[in-house]
């Protein structure tokens, strides 16, 4: 029999996919959100998906929509490196009040499991890579508002961590790295390069877009279909007090992603090198051995998930 859950944030592109997923697994499933960046209607593929519109701040709506759940996956969050510097206000307020509201609800509602989906901006600037799980967290520049995502999301991890809800009889933290796939937004590194390749071929222009950096920076991508998988396992067999990494142990450079992006596409793709923002990763890559033990196939980066989020950004 399946679980009832309420999943924050679940008209956000990991949101959605979970949201989705889970339905097809048996789930019973509402979608808890704003709404403010996404259109629900033509993204819901379940019909029996429950919706809830509110805002994840507002601490009324919220403890007066989780109850009866047997579990909530707080996704709720401000994503997109242009809204780190821009809007870092914004992003730690939802943050904040957000995992504040739910671990309330939790205590109030007696949700008996808490799935907090963090990020691996926590990490910053990791001296270890592949980076384990419990590698030190450090917020190297607090004057730099970018760190308003990974602060927010370390923020979050302290309080669900200290808070001892006693009606939980389950939670554990998810730290995301580089999922990427259709409909994902327009702020991340792969739907970025595809947005400004796009641009290039509708005006039948040479293909040669800037790029952050020099294209010798790496990040180790899973695409959305293998990450919902993973999560799958941990719903099933994740262990409470515990940090779990979903992600792939495949480092890839940018470069060769736009290389590979010009043979799906079929033309050349030049590049030229700009300069990288204050705070950004050069590298980035999970260690995975954890959920590994507990079932989870190492995916690698392949062409059949870039060539479907290449075709969905080219055709929306």
């Known amino acids: 029999m399946g679980k009832k859950i309420l999943i924050t944030g679940g008209g956000g592109f990991i949101?959605?996919?979970?949201?989705?997923?889970?339905?097809?697994q048996g789930h019973d499933v509402t979608i808890f959100d704003n709404f403010s960046r996404v259109s629900r209607n033509k993204l819901?593929?379940?019909?029996?998906?429950?919706?809830?519109?509110?805002?994840?701040?507002?601490?009324?709506?919220?403890?007066?929509?989780?109850?009866?759940?047997?579990?909530?996956?707080?996704?709720?969050?401000?994503?997109g490196t242009k809204f780190f510097y821009t809007k870092p206000e914004l992003v730690l307020d939802v943050a904040i009040k957000g995992i504040l509201n739910v671990i309330e609800a939790c205590r109030k509602?007696?949700?008996?499991?808490?799935?907090?989906?963090?990020?691996?901006?926590?990490?910053?600037?990791?001296?270890?890579?592949?980076?384990?799980?419990?590698?030190?967290l450090v917020i190297p520049d607090v004057m730099n508002p970018r760190y308003s995502y990974g602060g927010g999301k370390l923020i979050s991890e302290l309080l669900l961590m200290h808070s001892h809800i006693k009606t939980?009889?389950?939670?554990?933290?998810?730290?995301?790295?580089?999922?990427?796939?259709?409909?994902?937004?327009?702020?991340?590194?792969?739907?970025?390069?595809?947005?400004?390749?796009?641009?290039?071929?509708?005006?039948?222009?040479?293909?040669?877009?800037?790029?952050?950096?020099?294209?010798s920076e790496t990040r180790a991508f899973i695409y959305i279909g293998d990450f919902v998988k993973a999560f799958n396992i941990l719903l099933k067999k994740g262990k409470t007090r515990n940090i779990y990494h979903i992600g792939s142990s495949q480092e890839i450079t940018?470069?060769?992603?736009?290389?590979?992006?010009?043979?799906?596409?079929?033309?050349?793709?030049?590049?030229?090198?700009?300069s990288l923002k204050a705070g950004s990763v050069k590298r980035r890559?999970?260690?995975?051995?954890?959920?590994?033990?507990?079932?989870?196939?190492?995916f690698k980066f392949n062409n059949f998930g870039l060539r479907k989020t290449i075709n969905w950004y080219l055709n929306n």
């Not at 379940?46 to 009324?60: A, L, P, Q, S």
């Not at 949700?111 to 989906?117: G, H, M, N, P, T």
């Not at 970025?192 to 294209?215: P, S």
């Open 15 to 24: 949101g959605l996919a979970l949201s989705n997923f889970l339905s097809e």
């Open 168 to 215: 939980l009889k389950k939670f554990f933290i998810v730290r995301p790295h580089n999922v990427y796939g259709e409909n994902m937004g327009r702020e991340h590194v792969i739907p970025e390069l595809i947005i400004k390749i796009k641009k290039k071929l509708k005006k039948n222009l040479q293909t040669n877009i800037k790029i952050q950096g020099k294209g």
């Open 109 to 136: 509602n007696k949700v008996k499991e808490l799935i907090l989906i963090s990020s691996s901006e926590v990490y910053q600037l990791p001296k270890k890579i592949p980076t384990p799980e419990d590698v030190p």
């Open 254 to 274: 940018i470069k060769k992603i736009i290389d590979k992006i010009s043979k799906i596409i079929n033309k050349k793709v030049y590049f030229t090198k700009g």
């Open 285 to 298: 890559c999970p260690d995975i051995k954890k959920i590994k033990k507990l079932g989870f196939k190492n």
């Open 44 to 79: 819901i593929k379940k019909k029996d998906i429950k919706v809830v519109k509110g805002d994840i701040r507002d601490r009324n709506i919220v403890l007066n929509n989780t109850k009866n759940f047997d579990t909530i996956i707080h996704a709720a969050y401000i994503n």
